[in-house]
Nanobody, 123 residues
């Protein structure tokens, strides 16, 4: 599977952004897609994830209630809708695949990554 993110942009605090991840070459063995974000000099941290079959969703506690995740299986695309954005959400957002789904989300466990898309939230 190859992943490509898009949709990142500059917004003001309180605004919304939707970023997309297209998964090319997806097979039935691909379980789902996770979103991580990374600030300069820091490791990537988990944001949200969704399974292709069944659409089970996972969220980090810090963004619950403000972010939603969805997928369009026909388009092989996963969307991360980010609402009521705060300046601390300024990061590069990456989608990832080929990793374990569950209660522990570690960037080192995911084998496939996109190139990232920059989201900047001004105060």
């Amino acid at each position: 599977v190859q992943l490509a993110e898009s949709g990142g942009r500059l917004v003001q605090a309180g605004d919304s952004v939707r970023v997309s991840c297209v998964a090319s070459g997806r097979t039935f063995s691909d379980y789902g897609v996770a979103w991580f974000r990374q600030a300069p000099g820091k490791e990537r941290e988990f944001v949200s994830a969704i399974t292709w079959t069944g659409g089970s969703t996972y969220f980090d506690d810090s963004i619950k209630g403000r972010f939603t995740i969805s997928r369009d299986r026909n388009k092989n695309t996963v969307y991360l809708q980010m609402n009521r954005l705060k300046p601390e959400a300024t990061d590069v957002y990456y989608c990832a695949a080929n990793g374990p789904f569950g209660s522990h989300w570690d960037q080192d466990d995911f084998a496939k990554w996109g190139q990232g898309t920059q989201v900047t939230v001004s105060s």
